[in-house]
């Protein structure tokens, strides 16, 4: 199987979407036949594409992504040009829940320059992130939320980004399979009303920004609501926004800048 036309068709009766795309992906990472045979192959038995040729295409720019990794979602990229409209170069930036570091190190390259920390509690992800963000000059490091975190970055954070995972528990059999069986548990489950590690994210997060320093957190259209209502008992002012191109729905939580709660 060497033509695209044939990897594109085998793709194509297994239930690939984008088959065409797909096969051009596989064609450029294989080096010789028997290996792309191998590739097409773990593909038909649904393992992701990122995870097969090592990457994703994220905000134009190629970052790793690793086996047992979440793999960042496009819609994403409307918390990536959000975080990187707020900031300006040289702020301090924060990605945690960080996964593969894609999101830290997309705002990264939008400002130019800053100061970038990443955060995961999965060996995997920091293992991974370190391939996206150390290149960056920036820092990973390993353990949960705010407390694998350096201390003396208490207060000064301006933009803190936090993908956390937002599915409900009972809803996690219904996603697609390549995200229920080959991405880690605990970047998809969210606790039983999906808001779990959201609400610990955002109690955490006033002590950590500076002043006027803002929150970023993925939500569904469905909870952005009550992931406002936790903003706003945290001490933050929240802000809801969508994308409708994209599907896409943030909640932005800002600290005074006084430095007091709301």
């Not at 937002?166 to 995200?179: D, F, K, L, R």
Request: charged share 20%; glycine share 10%; aromatic share 4%.
């Amino acid at each position: 199987m060497t033509r695209g036309s044939d990897v594109a068709a085998t793709l194509r009766a297994a239930g690939c979407v984008f088959a065409e795309d797909e096969a051009k992906v596989l064609l450029e990472a294989a080096n010789h036949p028997d290996e792309l045979n191998r590739l097409v192959e773990q593909r038909v038995k649904g393992q992701p594409l990122e995870h097969i040729v090592g990457w994703t295409d994220f905000c134009g720019t190629r970052m790793a992504v690793r086996p047992g990794v979440f793999v960042p979602r496009r819609r994403t990229e409307f918390l990536v040009r959000k975080a990187a409209k707020l900031a300006k170069p040289g702020a301090v930036v924060v990605d945690l829940c960080c996964g593969s570091g894609a999101l830290g190190a997309a705002v990264s390259d939008q400002l130019g320059s800053c100061e970038l920390h990443a955060a995961d509690i999965d060996p995997d992800a920091v293992h991974c992130a370190r391939l996206n963000i150390e290149p960056r000059g920036g820092t990973v490091h390993h353990g949960d939320l705010y407390a694998a975190l350096p201390a003396e970055l208490r207060g000064t954070v301006d933009v803190l980004l936090a993908n956390a995972p937002y599915v409900p528990t009972e809803s996690i059999s219904m996603m697609p399979a390549e995200a229920r069986l080959h991405e880690p548990r605990i970047a998809l489950d969210g606790g039983t009303d999906g808001l779990a590690v959201q609400r610990r994210v955002a109690l955490g997060a006033a002590g950590w920004l500076r002043p006027g320093g803002v929150l970023l957190m993925e939500t569904s259209q469905e909870q952005s609501q009550h992931t406002a209502g936790i903003m706003a008992e945290a001490g933050l002012l929240p802000e809801v926004v969508f994308d409708e191109g994209l599907d896409a729905t943030l909640v932005l939580g800002s600290r005074s800048q006084s430095g007091t709660s709301h």
